[in-house]
């Protein structure tokens, strides 16, 4: 998924990452642990980014 900013977002069975460009970055929760099996990414209208899984966002 692009974002707003141009970001590419991707998630994989494996971490959530984002690519601006440059370089690939694994994106990662508040307790700095990776997002695993994401599903599905979408980007509401304020901006935020929100990850599915297999049992919900």
Known sequence: MEDKTGKIWIGTRGDACYYEGKT???????????FYNVWSIIEDKKGSIWFGEGDGL
């Open 24 to 34: 690939f970055t694994v994106f990662k929760n508040k307790d700095g642990k990776p």
